[in-house]
């Protein structure tokens, strides 16, 4: 059996609760903001933390993360072969999304692409991105207009690191990424922005004609 509504006097407020801890806290929480009688209760227990509000259109109970938790799209997704990784379902609304690379690495010099892509599929134009790559006694750059740039200039670069992408207005998203080798220099930098034609809906992680031989990536997002 659902919970049942809150009495009619109180669906036209805003409604949220906090869970913590235990199923009994958030049923006590209930009980003392008098939103409901609960009697003979048997519902999915929100997970610990979570924001449990009444939805009035769907006369239904909510539980979701709280805003500003990071949520991932999926476990680690390991490199292989010459496949583009690709998250397809990212949820309408969101403004900050977080690529972790670990130790990702291919079997050539060709540079890692990380494309935006709406309802209509990947998009290769509308970037303007920028990148660099330094040593001890280096540095190199590179830029594109048709991804943002990861810059790798050997096949030895294995990169761990964190790149953050946020949306700035309209279907403009913004990016700041760094990252560094595995065993030390080379380190490198990226920036960027892609303005896509409609909303975000996927993101994808790809080589030229390199082959994936080594890591994983993960994409997150946080929850409005």
């Known amino acids: 059996m659902a919970l049942p509504p809150p009495p009619a006097s109180h669906r036209n407020q805003d409604v949220e609760l906090q ?9 006590h929480a209930m009980y003392k903001r008098k939103l409901s009688s609960i009697a003979d209760v048997s519902a999915e227990v929100p997970a610990d933390g979570d924001v449990v509000s ?3 259109a769907s006369s239904t109970w909510v ?3 709280p805003s500003g938790t990071w949520i991932s799209l999926g476990a680690l997704t390991t490199t292989s072969g010459g496949t583009p990784i690709l998250w397809s379902s990212i949820p309408a609304g969101v403004k900050h999304l977080r690529l972790t690379l670990l130790q990702i690495s291919t079997d050539g010099a060709n540079n890692i692409r ?3 892509g709406d309802e209509d599929g990947i998009d290769s134009t509308n970037y ?3 990148s660099c790559r330094f040593t001890a006694s280096a540095v190199a750059t590179d830029s594109s207009t048709t991804y943002f740039d990861v810059y790798r200039t050997a096949a030895a670069d294995i990169y761990s690191g964190i790149i953050d992408f946020t949306w700035s207005s309209g279907h403009l998203w913004v990016a700041s990424g ?7 220099p080379p380190a490198g930098t990226t920036s960027g922005y892609c303005d896509l034609p ?5 993101v994808q992680v790809s080589v030229s004609a390199d082959l994936w031989d080594g890591g994983a ?4 997002y946080q929850q409005p």
Do not use: I
Request: charged share 20%; glycine share 6%.
């Open 178 to 184: 760094n990252y560094s080798d595995n065993s030390g």
């Open 63 to 65: 539980s979701e993360p």
């Open 128 to 130: 303007g991105s920028a």
């Open 19 to 27: 869970f913590s801890h235990h199923w009994t806290d958030w049923l």
């Open 114 to 116: 990380v494309r935006f």
């Open 54 to 56: 009444y939805d009035s």
């Open 217 to 220: 990536a993960e994409l997150w």
């Open 198 to 202: 409609k909303e975000l809906t996927q």
